[in-house]
Antibody, heavy 119, light 107 residues
Framework: QVNLQESGPGIVKPSQPLSVTCSVTGYSITTSYYYWNWIRKFSGNKLEWMGYISYDSSIYYNPSLKSRISITRDTSKNQFFLQLNTVTTEDTAVYYC???????????WGQGVMVTVSS | DIQMTQSPASLSASLGETISIECRASEDIYSNLAWYQQKSGKSPQLLIYAANRLQDGVPSRFSGSGSGTQYSLKISGMQPEDEGDYFCLQGSKFPYTFGAGTKLELK
């Protein structure tokens, strides 16, 4: 059973970095041809794909975030991480991690973690 | 970026009614289109991928169709458990982009 679980700080102050962890169980993040993604959902239900780290550690970011985002992983813990720098209130959202298999759609998602940017 | 225009924004359906939700892409996405259902407080569930392929475990009353820039999700016979938000996703070109969503309610 594939399971993804996000964990994060809840509240982040403006201009500080936002860090969220995705812990994956039931499936190795190094299995070929799978991509591990970050997606966020704003109030009003708008969804934004943020980027991925692949099975072979290649990375792709949404150009709208490219200067602020970093996605890394720890294969020994089967986790991957999101860091978003210099946050503003507009980064307040529910952050999801999700798996993208070779056939092309997010098939497993975490429950999401709400992150609020506020002083 | 590819823009995904989803309609309607909200929909109310009677039990057993057949409904359709549409997504139009700003350019050809070559059937790289998925549909999701999301219930309040839950993670999105994949219904359809590659425009018309039913994800394992999804009831057969859900179906997808379309090509090029026009795609649709059909629910053949609305059930109470089908209430929720539905959205489309294009996976043809980076950055992946989503439709704005449709809120489906039981009348």
């Amino acid at each position: 059973q594939v399971n993804l679980q996000e964990s994060g700080p809840g509240i982040v102050k403006p201009s500080q970095p936002l860090s969220v962890t995705c812990s994956v169980t039931g499936y190795s993040i190094t299995t070929s041809y799978y991509y591990w993604n970050w997606i966020r959902k704003f109030s009003g239900n708008k969804l934004e794909w943020m980027g991925y780290i692949s099975y072979d550690s290649s990375i792709y970011y949404n150009p709208s975030l490219k200067s602020r985002i970093s996605i890394t992983r720890d294969t020994s813990k089967n986790q991957f991480f999101l860091q978003l720098n210099t946050v503003t209130t507009e980064d307040t959202a529910v952050y999801y991690c999700a798996r993208w298999p070779f056939y092309g759609a997010f098939d497993y998602w975490g429950q999401g973690v709400m992150v609020t940017v506020s002083s | 970026d590819i823009q995904m225009t989803q309609s309607p924004a909200s929909l109310s359906a009677s039990l057993g009614e057949t409904i359709s939700i549409e997504c139009r892409a700003s350019e050809d996405i070559y059937s790289n289109l998925a549909w999701y259902q999301q219930k309040s407080g839950k993670s999105p569930q994949l219904l359809i991928y590659a425009a018309n392929r039913l994800q394992d475990g999804v009831p057969s009353r859900f179906s997808g169709s379309g090509s090029g820039t026009q795609y649709s999700l059909k629910i053949s016979g609305m059930q109470p458990e089908d209430e929720g938000d539905y959205f489309c996703l294009q996976g043809s070109k980076f950055p992946y982009t989503f439709g704005a969503g449709t809120k489906l309610e039981l009348k």
